[in-house]
T-cell receptor
Framework: EAGVVQSPRYKIIEKKQPVAFWCNPI?????LYWYLQNLGQGPELLIR????????DSQLPKDRFSAERLKGVDSTLKIQPAELGDSAVYLC?????????????FGPGTRLLVL | DQQVKQNSPSLSVQEGRISILNCDYT??????FLWYKKYPAEGPTFLIS?????DKNEDGRFTVFLNKSAKHLSLHIVPSQPGDSAVYFC???????????FGQGTTLQVKP
């Protein structure tokens, strides 16, 4: 069974440019998460989707970040405009959405460098 | 305020010996704990988990211990192998939120 798929794996852009990341979760997983991981830190949740509904976006900087999961399957995270401090790894994870104590499975991440 | 802490940034162990990675948490509402392993340029890989109703869970060479009164959990790897060299993250989940709070990670090096 395929794991969580993310693309691109790497992205280099200049500041003030837009950027988008794509994630396809494990088949059948209803819950999808976007995390941000800075160097030397653990992942931090940006947004959580239950099917197509964003149920927790309290940590998403909404002035420049947006996300969507229109059909409840794959998802896109966008930054516009990007800032130097956005350089980090953006991780997508998914879980089955079947119970209270669920394991989240992560994709390989997109490494963003803003110059 | 760091709710999940891994106070040891790094650990070096000889192959065949035991590796013990530690994690402390502050929120008594956390009811599910997980350990992830991360290799460079890859995403975190799920390793083992434990529910707050248990104090031990074992899977092959990996055992996680939970001490709720001390708000402490540990991951034991026995015997350690060079392929275990990676960054290990502990994470905690609060009920009904689905949100994982991660520690800062501990880099384990297993020397041949």
């Amino acid at each position: 069974e395929a794991g969580v798929v993310q693309s691109p794996r790497y992205k280099i852009i200049e500041k003030k440019q837009p950027v988008a990341f794509w994630c396809n979760p494990i088949s059948g997983h209803n819950t999808l998460y976007w995390y941000l991981q800075n160097l030397g830190q653990g992942p931090e949740l940006l947004i959580r989707y239950e099917n197509e509904e964003a149920v927790d976006d309290s940590q998403l900087p909404k002035d420049r970040f947006s996300a969507e999961r229109l059909k409840g399957v794959d998802s896109t995270l966008k930054i516009q405009p990007a800032e130097l401090g956005d350089s980090a790894v953006y991780l997508c994870a998914s879980s089955s959405g079947q119970g209270r104590q669920e394991t989240q499975y992560f994709g390989p991440g997109t490494r963003l460098l803003v110059l | 305020d760091q709710q999940v802490k891994q106070n040891s940034p790094s650990l070096s162990v000889q192959e065949g010996r035991i590796s013990i990675l530690n994690c402390d948490y502050t929120n008594s509402m956390f009811d599910y704990f997980l350990w992830y392993k991360k290799y460079p340029a890859e995403g975190p890989t799920f390793l083992i988990s434990i529910s707050s109703i248990k104090d031990k869970n074992e899977d092959g060479r990996f055992t996680v211990f939970l001490n709720k009164s001390a708000k402490h959990l540990s991951l034991h790897i026995v015997p350690s192998q060079p392929g275990d060299s990676a960054v290990y993250f502990c994470a905690a989940s609060a009920p009904n939120t689905g949100k994982l709070i991660f520690g800062q990670g501990t880099t384990l090096q297993v020397k041949p």
